[in-house]
């Protein structure tokens, strides 16, 4: 594959990576890493264990709840024909590792960011290789390291929040860090006036500052996008601080935000996250989810009384 898979439209939004909500285009569309053929081969050979498969249902205020499956022995072209029709949401994490083909694309797209964005240089990658059904939708949340979404098929929208007080408090990020709270945040419909608004299509990217909160539906087509975390050495320093100030806090020690300290005093506690990690002082409280259901059979939904989730509408 030859070079330049980034391009930003114009200088300011290669200046605003990671400082304000961005999108650019990607050239990973000029591979066959995507089609059917290609994801259904995929969706048999990743690790059965490497499978995030969900279904979301919400309420009124568009607040989620969410039912977990497994991926079961169908052949692949099934599995994929199941996500198609329903409202399944899947993502096949450590993609760089069991699709090396894509291993070497995601390579060759960083390269060619940190070429373009001054001062980006991972320390590492990981990519979710992620099909979701035509109405399947990612509630509020906020990932702690950076990302990049490149969207590869159908149309999706992201609605990007500030990673101010109100939108992504600091406790709550301390709270995840210490696996305390998944990355669900509490949302409000009028949390939308603060939120910018990309309309993703095939060739596409999207990125945003580190912990901005972000929601996603889906258009009313097939989806697949590649979800890419990076952790910088900026990152790193600021999730450990994030991590020293939530063990502080719960020990009653004042403590001031992770953002509005010095980098000096950032990098001081980040260091104290490294022996404080090690001392396992709180038990993790994210819970694995139980599996209600079997991808491509709904029966064992129905038998438990819960809402089918390979029915369309
Ligand atoms: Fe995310």
């Not at 949302?187 to 596409?204: C, E, F, Q, W």
Request: charged residues 25%; glycine residues 8%.
């Amino acid at each position: 594959m030859s070079a330049g898979l980034i391009q930003f439209s114009d200088e300011q939004s290669r200046r605003d990576f990671n400082r304000k909500p961005t999108a650019f285009t990607h050239g990973l569309l000029g591979t066959d890493l995507f089609t059917d053929a290609a994801l259904a081969e995929q969706l048999e050979r990743h690790p059965a264990e490497l499978f995030d498969i969900n279904v979301f249902h919400y309420d009124k205020e568009g607040r989620a709840k969410l039912q977990t499956g497994t991926k079961g022995r169908r052949p692949g072209d099934e599995l994929l024909g199941a996500v198609k029709q329903g409202k399944v949401w899947i993502q096949m994490r450590r993609i760089q590792d069991h699709y090396p083909r894509l291993g070497e694309v995601i390579q060759q797209a960083f390269s060619d960011l940190g070429q373009q964005v001054g001062g980006l240089r991972p320390i590492d990658v990981t990519g979710q290789l992620i099909l979701s059904a035509p109405s399947a939708s990612v509630p509020y949340h906020a990932d702690p390291p950076g990302v990049v979404l490149f969207h590869l098929r159908g149309e999706k929208r992201i609605w990007i929040y500030p990673p101010d007080e109100t939108h992504m408090p600091c406790r709550a990020m301390e709270q995840i860090l210490l696996e305390q709270q998944t990355e669900d945040l509490p949302y409000r419909r009028d949390m939308d006036a603060a939120a910018t608004v990309i309309d993703l299509k095939p060739g596409m990217a999207a990125a945003w500052p580190l912990h901005a909160p972000h929601r996603i539906e889906n258009q009313g087509s097939f989806n697949v996008s590649l979800s890419c975390d990076y952790q910088t050495w900026g990152s790193r320093i600021t999730n450990g601080a994030h991590y020293a100030n939530g063990i502080m806090r719960r020990m009653g020690a004042p403590v001031r935000s992770a953002e509005e300290i010095s980098v000096a005093a950032r990098t001081m506690l980040w260091g104290a996250s490294l022996g404080l990690r090690r001392l396992k002082l709180i038990r993790s409280r994210v819970m694995s989810y139980e599996r209600t259901f079997e991808l491509g059979d709904a029966a064992p939904v129905a038998s438990c009384g819960l809402i089918d989730p390979l029915a369309t509408g």
